[in-house]
Every structure is written in structure tokens, then in C-alpha cells.
Nanobody, 124 residues
Framework: NVPLVESGGGSVEIGGSLRLSCTVS????????MGWFRQSRGPGKERDMV?????????RYQDSVQGRFTVSRDNDKNTLDLQMNSLKPEDTGVYYC????????????????WGLGTQVTVSS
């Protein structure tokens, strides 16, 4: 029973859109802060927060995606979605859904649950 399951990745042209969805297992005991993290290919590339939702519901974004990506959480459906518009090649990577300790989810070190990831590829 995987607690976090991502879906919606794929290949898209520059300027296109994708919507990622993360389904949270009902067995997850609490309503944690959650986020989407991206890991690009290459040496030294780390898993960085792209967008997140605090326990309070406040949303946060990496500067590079501000205005293009929208994160949303549906507590009734137990999902965390990421709408990605105006995609760029630098958005390419594996996107992971995470649940974090604490009130907000901006660091990979705060994550205690990870999904398996979904690949997003943006090319011309």
C-alpha cells in the first residue's frame, strides 16, 4: 500500500501544459503539509521544492515557476494537484509528491513520505 501515488506526467512541447495529481492514501494518519518536488537529471542535481501547500492552506512556489504553476489540494478527495502551464525545457525532470513534517513543506529534508515519481519531459 503506497501512501502517495503520482500520475499525469508525460512529454509535452515547449509552451504546453500538464496536470499532475497525487493521491494520498486514506491510511495516512494526518493531514500534513505537502509539496511537489522536482529532480532533474545530471550530477549534483537535487530534489527541490517546486510548489507546496502549508497545513494552513497557504501555497508556496519556487521563483522559476511562479505564475506558471498552480498547486491545489482537495482534502475531501485526498489529492494534491499541480497544474503546469507554459512549460519550459528546464521544467524537465522527475516530479515527486511528498508529505512533510511541520507546518510547511519546502525542504526535501522535511519530507517523511515520498511517491515514486512521475517523469515530465519538455522539448521542442
Amino acid at each position: 500500500n503506497v501512501p502517495l501515488v503520482e500520475s499525469g506526467g508525460g512529454s509535452v512541447e515547449i509552451g504546453g501544459s500538464l496536470r499532475l495529481s497525487c493521491t494520498v492514501s486514506k491510511n495516512t494518519p494526518e493531514r500534513p503539509s505537502m509539496g511537489w518536488f522536482r529532480q532533474s537529471r545530471g550530477p549534483g542535481k537535487e530534489r527541490d521544492m517546486v510548489a507546496s501547500v502549508d497545513k494552513s492552506g497557504r501555497t508556496r512556489y519556487q521563483d522559476s515557476v511562479q505564475g506558471r504553476f498552480t498547486v491545489s489540494r482537495d482534502n475531501d478527495k485526498n489529492t494534491l494537484d499541480l497544474q503546469m502551464n507554459s512549460l519550459k525545457p528546464e521544467d524537465t525532470g522527475v516530479y515527486y509528491c511528498a508529505a512533510c513534517t511541520g507546518d510547511y513543506c519546502v525542504s526535501r529534508y522535511a519530507a517523511y513520505l515520498w511517491g515514486l515519481g512521475t517523469q515530465v519531459t519538455v522539448s521542442s
